[in-house]
Each structure stands twice: as C-alpha cells, then as structure tokens.
C-alpha cells in the first residue's frame, strides 16, 4: 500500500495581486499550512525589502514544506515566485516527494497592484509607481508551456 502525499500549492503573483488573501481562504479551505515569507519577516522586525533575509527566510520555509509533504500534508507557499526557474525547482522537489503540485497565478493591471499596496502601507519606504513598473518587467509570467507541467494550474484575474 502506497502511502498518500500532500500537495505543494504555489501562489504566484505581483505584490498587491491579493496573493495574502486568497492564499488564506485556501488554507482555511483545505486545511493547510501556509507559509508566507513577508509574515515571518514582519513577526522577526526585518525589513520586507532585506532580499538576503528574505532569502534566508524562504529557505527555512522550504525546508519546512520538504518535511510536511511526505506527511500528506497541503503547503501553501505564497512568496510571489516570480521567475520560471524558482517555480521549476519548488514543483520539480515537490515532484521528487511524490506530491502533487499546483500553480496558481494571481494577476492584477499595474495600476491596481500599486493601488492595493500603497492603501495597505506595509513596505517601508513605500514602493513607487516606477517600482512597479520595474517588477512588471522582470516578472516572468507563466505561460501556457509552463503551466502545462503542473499537476493542475489556474490563473485568476484578480
């Protein structure tokens, strides 16, 4: 008898594309244990925009999820994932575990992504209107190839 794997739920998306959100409402939904690297940050009083701490962060966070999926546990993992290669090794680990593994994309227009940020007036200092634009740039949206790979993907307008 083959034992049951959990599932590795990756919430990608812009800041301010409402990926706090929804990933709770999946959590409280499933059951699961979400991981949400701006939260630990806050709780640790480290600047959200310290990349080395956040990165450090993100690696005990996925050392967590690697001992909770073969667990049969749902891991919820909403660090905004913004490259294809970050989203290609989380799913490939999670494939090597025997879990499933989905991707779900939030997107949102610039403008409302920078709307929903400043009103919410978490980063310090406040991100600019040409941050965002920035961030628009270097995000690689998943396509249709990539999303193919996974176990099931979704994109939500949001």
């Given at each position: 008898?083959?034992?049951?794997?959990?599932k590795l739920i990756i919430i990608c998306g812009l800041p301010?594309?409402?990926?706090?959100?929804?990933?709770?409402?999946?959590?409280?939904?499933?059951?699961?244990?979400?991981?949400?690297?701006?939260?630990?940050?806050?709780?640790?009083?480290?600047?959200?925009?310290?990349?080395?701490?956040?990165?450090?962060?993100?690696?005990?966070?996925?050392?967590?999820?690697?001992?909770?999926?073969?667990?049969?546990?749902?891991?919820?993992?909403?660090?905004?994932?913004?490259?294809?290669s970050e989203r290609d090794a989380l799913r490939l680990r999670?494939?090597?575990?025997?879990?499933?593994?989905?991707?779900?994309?939030?997107?949102?227009?610039?403008?409302?992504?920078?709307?929903?940020?400043?009103?919410?007036?978490?980063?310090?200092?406040?991100?600019?209107?040409?941050?965002?634009?920035?961030?628009?740039?270097?995000?690689?949206?998943?396509?249709?190839?990539?999303?193919?790979?996974?176990?099931?993907?979704?994109?939500?307008?949001?």
């Amino acid at each position: 008898m083959s034992q049951a794997m959990g599932k590795l739920i990756i919430i990608c998306g812009l800041p301010g594309s409402g990926k706090t959100t929804y990933a709770r409402q999946l959590q409280a939904r499933l059951q699961g244990v979400r991981l949400s690297a701006d939260e630990w940050m806050e709780a640790l009083s480290i600047n959200l925009w310290d990349e080395p701490q956040r990165a450090r962060v993100e690696g005990l966070q996925w050392q967590l999820a690697q001992q909770l999926l073969p667990l049969n546990v749902t891991v919820i993992i909403e660090w905004g994932t913004w490259g294809r290669s970050e989203r290609d090794a989380l799913r490939l680990r999670a494939h090597e575990l025997r879990a499933a593994v989905e991707l779900h994309y939030l997107k949102a227009p610039i403008d409302v992504l920078f709307d929903r940020v400043r009103r919410r007036g978490m980063e310090d200092p406040p991100a600019t209107r040409d941050q965002f634009e920035q961030w628009a740039r270097i995000f690689q949206e998943p396509n249709a190839e990539e999303m193919a790979l996974f176990d099931h993907a979704v994109t939500i307008e949001n």
